[in-house]
């Protein structure tokens, strides 16, 4: 095979895949988003979200600011996938799912589905905690409140904002997020 045309094949390579990667987290976020509330009431509205580069530059204040934004939530879970460590915001996510929860015996059925996905030994997505932190929401799954995942949630939610959160911010995924909005506005369809 002829040199020149295996490092022009080698270059069309690179360059499709730095094509494709600044696509991908745009079609990341929109499968994302195709469950979630505010996509449901944008797609039935039959219209495209757009994120605007203030929008996505208010992440930068804090946690609390990218998890209160659903496209901020969508967008660090995907930079936590890329780090292995994704549980800890579906833990999170799920004990605030948690304390909406009405009915006594659906607070029961999902304090224990959590329990069992993410607090027990060897759980399929185990999150970091101690064993005083486990040892007390097991105490806490005989009669559960709303608050019995608040100390573990708490402890997850630090853990994100000292770690992985500073990182969010600084990598080239949550850049690449600002100068696409910036240049044109990212417009998301839900």
């Not at 979630?36 to 757009?50: I, P």
């Not at 580069?53 to 930068?60: A, F, H, M, V």
């Not at 948690?98 to 589905?113: D, E, M, V």
């Not at 101690?130 to 007390?136: E, F, I, L, V």
Request: proline letters at 2%; one cysteine or more.
């Amino acid at each position: 095979m002829d040199i020149a045309r295996v490092h022009h094949d080698n270059t069309l390579t690179i360059l499709e895949k730095q094509r494709i990667k600044h696509k991908t987290w745009r079609s990341i976020l929109q499968h994302r988003l195709k469950s979630s509330s505010l996509a449901q009431e944008s797609a039935s509205k039959k219209r495209f979200c757009r994120l605007s580069i203030e929008e996505i530059k208010q992440w930068e204040l804090s946690l609390e600011r990218l998890l209160s934004h659903t496209y901020g939530q969508a967008a660090f879970k995907i930079f936590l996938q890329s780090e292995f460590c994704e549980e800890n915001i579906e833990f999170w996510l799920a004990c605030e799912e948690f304390r909406k929860i009405k009915s006594p015996a659906k607070l029961a059925s999902k304090a224990s589905r959590i329990y069992e996905e993410f607090i027990r030994s060897e759980s399929p997505k185990e999150i970091n905690l101690d064993y005083h932190t486990k040892d007390s929401i097991t105490q806490n799954l005989q009669q559960p409140t709303y608050s019995c995942f608040a100390g573990a949630q708490n402890k997850i939610y630090c853990l994100m904002e000292n770690s992985s959160y500073p990182r969010f911010i600084q990598s080239e995924f949550y850049k690449d997020l600002c100068k696409v909005a910036a240049r044109k506005g990212t417009y998301l369809k839900a």
